[in-house]
């Protein structure tokens, strides 16, 4: 009965696809050649793609056509996505790609950042089924440099979730997590949709589930798990409940697993699937036995043997066979437990790279040849039979011993590869990303200075120039008089305060002179503003630095000197820079109170973390020491 009524909901759907169709048709009669027309045509190629691939691919290249006559770009491209997202769904990656890489290009050219990036992000997926983790990375940081530029970050919400998605498939579960933790701040902020939200949720709760943090796993679960059942999500509902049963069990309440599954079965007349009726008996059969009602769990997972065999689900089938041989061992049927064992392990051998399959399918049709050979032989000498017979054997055994080996050898290999190369390209994301942050302060820093000196300072000085007139030309009491005096020596305070400011912020020496000098006057001026004495040495060779590498070498001793000057209590620091061929050692020393580094960790802040920003942009080296009342030495090697 159920059979019938899932025939009769696939149907209706069908239906009602080909009545949506049949009333585009009547407009598209009466559309003229426009973009109208154009984005008719997709939303006809839409709509045939959930049931008929071959028209569906047919109406977006007539949309393609239109849109490229009428030089609607976007029309163009949002077709192209389509062709390669077809292509995808139909299993056709390489058509996928092909479309994916020329719908880039025409982006580049003609299309919105947006659409770039989609593009991007379009690769990227493609790869990812294609196992080319090493691309789909690249492609990934493509796409996301653009996304975080734009004000609309409502794709980036999206973006995040899948990137966190493709991190937990290659068992990335802290990338995943950082990812994921990324789309839920957007989303809390008011970006994305609901559906959105509930693949982020779901996506943390994931991380959270094999990073064995079950608490956490399950809290964002079961808020994933509310917002799909609001949004009537079903598909999403059955994952995100297949992930709790796992968590469940992880947490050994085996008794909730009862309520999950039986709303996992509910949900079969909504997601109308063989493979799904199949992965809810499995379902069934693990929470019987979990609940060590072992021959109820046998008679499920049979059940979900029969429906993946006779439908040729090896996923399933896989599954299957590995639940019956636990079931049979715990049972204490160890035949029956080697048996399911025996097939569990060929589905995984059929999983072999093809590469590797093709090779031992030609060793077997080797050695049958061989093996028939020697038979014949066998009608004239039974020994020699015998003889090459196991010859045969054990050579072939040996080789496809060899090829399996190598091959897994290989499989890890490029693993690695892929794992380093992914390491390498979030480094250069992140020091990217640490690149322009600095450069932007330092340029926002410039300008702040330059408004400071230039504008406020000019003016106040205008001001105080003007009022020193005034007074010429006043008749004011004495006590006025002195008020008047007092007025223009604060005025005169504030101006030396901002140029103060404007200094700290870009030092005017820095600009004309270089570094040494920079600092040399930045030593002077502390020491001249407070009663410590600052030293500072200059040791190594005169070489040219970069001006980047300037600014940033300045900020770092300035952040360390101002430390010592507000928190180490300190009467003498020493300032050192020693250049040398390849490197820049800087050195700031105090005799202040010091801390116990044993004991206590120093506290971080913004001039802190900036520190370390600077060090790692240049692949440096910091160490600092300190004994409490013994002062604190901070020693940074830079390769400048």
């Given at each position: 009965?159920?059979?019938?009524?899932?025939?009769?909901?696939?149907?209706?759907?069908?239906?009602?696809?080909y009545s949506q169709i049949s009333e585009e048709m009547q407009i598209l009669k009466a559309a003229k050649d426009d973009t109208t027309k154009a984005k008719i045509l997709g939303?006809?190629?839409?709509?045939?793609?959930?049931?008929?691939?071959?028209?569906?691919?047919?109406?977006?290249?007539?949309?393609?056509?239109?849109?490229?006559?009428?030089?609607?770009?976007?029309?163009?491209?949002?077709?192209?996505?389509?062709?390669?997202?077809?292509?995808?769904?139909?299993?056709?990656?390489?058509?996928?790609?092909?479309?994916?890489?020329?719908?880039?290009?025409?982006?580049?050219?003609?299309?919105?950042?947006?659409?770039?990036?989609?593009?991007?992000?379009?690769?990227?997926?493609?790869?990812?089924?294609?196992?080319?983790?090493?691309?789909?990375?690249?492609?990934?940081?493509?796409?996301?440099?653009?996304?975080?530029?734009?004000?609309?970050?409502?794709?980036?919400?999206?973006?995040?979730?899948?990137?966190?998605?493709?991190?937990?498939?290659?068992?990335?579960?802290?990338?995943?997590?950082?990812?994921?933790?990324?789309?839920?701040?957007?989303?809390?902020?008011?970006?994305?949709?609901?559906?959105?939200?509930?693949?982020?949720?779901?996506?943390?709760?994931?991380?959270?589930?094999?990073?064995?943090?079950?608490?956490?796993?399950?809290?964002?679960?079961?808020?994933?798990?509310?917002?799909?059942?609001?949004?009537?999500?079903?598909?999403?509902?059955?994952?995100?409940?297949?992930?709790?049963?796992?968590?469940?069990?992880?947490?050994?309440?085996?008794?909730?697993?009862?309520?999950?599954?039986?709303?996992?079965?509910?949900?079969?007349?909504?997601?109308?699937?063989?493979?799904?009726?199949?992965?809810?008996?499995?379902?069934?059969?693990?929470?019987?036995?979990?609940?060590?009602?072992?021959?109820?769990?046998?008679?499920?997972?049979?059940?979900?043997?029969?429906?993946?065999?006779?439908?040729?689900?090896?996923?399933?089938?896989?599954?299957?066979?590995?639940?019956?041989?636990?079931?049979?061992?715990?049972?204490?049927?160890?035949?029956?437990?080697?048996?399911?064992?025996?097939?569990?392990?060929?589905?995984?051998?059929?999983?072999?790279?093809?590469?590797?399959?093709?090779?031992?399918?030609?060793?077997?049709?080797?050695?049958?040849?061989?093996?028939?050979?020697?038979?014949?032989?066998?009608?004239?000498?039974?020994?020699?039979?015998?003889?090459?017979?196991?010859?045969?054997?054990?050579?072939?055994?040996?080789?496809?011993?060899?090829?399996?080996?190598?091959?897994?050898?290989?499989?890890?290999?490029?693993?690695?590869?892929?794992?380093?190369?992914?390491?390498?390209?979030?480094?250069?994301?992140?020091?990217?990303?640490?690149?322009?942050?600095?450069?932007?302060?330092?340029?926002?820093?410039s300008r702040i200075a330059k408004d400071l000196h230039d504008g406020l300072g000019g003016l106040l000085s205008g001001t105080k120039l003007s009022f020193t007139s005034m007074k010429e030309n006043l008749i004011l009491t004495p006590e006025n008089a002195i008020q008047f005096?007092?007025?223009?020596?604060?005025?005169?305070?504030?101006?030396?305060?901002?140029?103060?400011?404007?200094?700290?912020?870009?030092?005017?020496?820095?600009?004309?002179?270089?570094?040494?000098?920079?600092?040399?006057?930045?030593?002077?001026?502390?020491?001249?503003?407070?009663?410590?004495?600052?030293?500072?040495?200059?040791?190594?060779?005169?070489?040219?630095?970069?001006?980047?590498?300037?600014?940033?070498?300045?900020?770092?001793?300035?952040?360390?000197?101002?430390?010592?000057?507000?928190?180490?209590?300190?009467?003498?620091?020493?300032?050192?820079?020693?250049?040398?061929?390849?490197?820049?050692?800087?050195?700031?020393?105090?005799?202040?109170?010091?801390?116990?580094?044993?004991?206590?960790?120093?506290?971080?802040?913004?001039?802190?973390?900036?520190?370390?920003?600077?060090?790692?942009?240049?692949?440096?080296?910091?160490?600092?020491?300190?004994?409490?009342?013994?002062?604190?030495?901070?020693?940074?090697?830079?390769?400048?």
């Open positions: 009965m159920k059979k019938y009524l899932m025939i009769l909901i696939y149907m209706l759907f069908v239906c009602n696809c939303n006809i190629g839409y709509d045939y793609g959930l049931i008929n691939p071959d028209s569906a691919l047919y109406y977006y290249q007539e949309s393609k056509k239109l849109s490229a006559k009428l030089n609607h770009y976007s029309g163009v491209i949002r077709c192209n996505t389509n062709i390669g997202e077809l292509y995808r769904q139909m299993g056709n990656y390489k058509e996928s790609l092909k479309f994916d890489i020329i719908n880039m290009k025409f982006a580049e050219k003609y299309g919105k950042q947006v659409q770039i990036a989609n593009c991007y992000s379009n690769i990227s997926t493609t790869y990812h089924y294609l196992l080319k983790f090493d691309s789909c990375v690249k492609y990934d940081l493509k796409a996301q440099k653009i996304y975080e530029s734009l004000s609309d970050k409502n794709p980036l919400v999206t973006f995040y979730s899948n990137i966190a998605e493709s991190y937990t498939e290659r068992h990335l579960f802290d990338k995943s997590l950082e990812y994921g933790l990324k789309a839920l701040q957007l989303s809390k902020q008011g970006f994305g949709t609901q559906v959105d939200l509930i693949y982020v949720l779901s996506s943390i709760s994931v991380a959270y589930l094999y990073l064995k943090q079950n608490e956490k796993a399950l809290i964002y679960a079961q808020k994933a798990l509310k917002i799909s059942r609001n949004e009537k999500e079903y598909y999403t509902q059955q994952i995100i409940l297949g992930n709790i049963i796992l968590i469940k069990i992880n947490q050994k309440k085996y008794k909730d697993l009862f309520p999950i599954v039986n709303e996992l079965n509910n949900l079969k007349v909504k997601i109308n699937s063989i493979e799904y009726d199949a992965n809810v008996l499995l379902n069934f059969g693990i929470a019987y036995f979990y609940n060590n009602d072992d021959k109820k769990a046998k008679e499920f997972f049979l059940k979900a043997l029969a429906i993946s065999e006779s439908n040729n689900l090896s996923v399933i089938s896989k599954n299957a066979y590995s639940l019956l041989n636990r079931v049979e061992s715990k049972l204490g049927n160890f035949s029956e437990a080697d048996r399911y064992e025996v097939k569990r392990d060929s589905i995984y051998e059929l999983q072999v790279n093809e590469s590797t399959l093709k090779n031992i399918q030609e060793l077997e049709k080797k050695y049958e040849t061989q093996k028939k050979q020697a038979e014949i032989v066998l009608l004239k000498v039974k020994n020699e039979k015998k003889s090459t017979l196991n010859k045969i054997l054990i050579s072939s055994s040996i080789v496809l011993i060899i090829l399996v080996f190598l091959a897994y050898r290989n499989f890890q290999n490029k693993q690695k590869i892929q794992n380093f190369k992914i390491t390498e390209l979030e480094k250069d994301r992140q020091l990217f990303a640490v690149d322009a942050m600095l450069k932007g302060q330092e340029e926002e820093r005096d007092k007025s223009l020596s604060m005025l005169d305070t504030t101006i030396s305060d901002l140029r103060k400011v404007a200094h700290n912020l870009m030092p005017e020496a820095l600009v004309k002179f270089g570094l040494n000098d920079a600092l040399r006057d930045f030593c002077s001026s502390i020491q001249s503003a407070s009663s410590i004495a600052v030293n500072y040495q200059k040791i190594g060779v005169d070489r040219k630095i970069a001006n980047t590498a300037e600014t940033f070498v300045y900020r770092i001793i300035q952040e360390l000197v101002n430390n010592a000057v507000k928190h180490a209590d300190a009467k003498e620091i020493m300032v050192q820079l020693c250049v040398e061929s390849t490197k820049l050692l800087i050195t700031v020393e105090d005799d202040g109170k010091g801390y116990d580094a044993t004991a206590t960790q120093s506290k971080s802040g913004a001039g802190l973390d900036n520190i370390v920003y600077r060090v790692e942009y240049f692949n440096g080296k910091i160490d600092t020491q300190s004994t409490l009342n013994n002062g604190t030495a901070v020693n940074i090697e830079l390769n400048v």
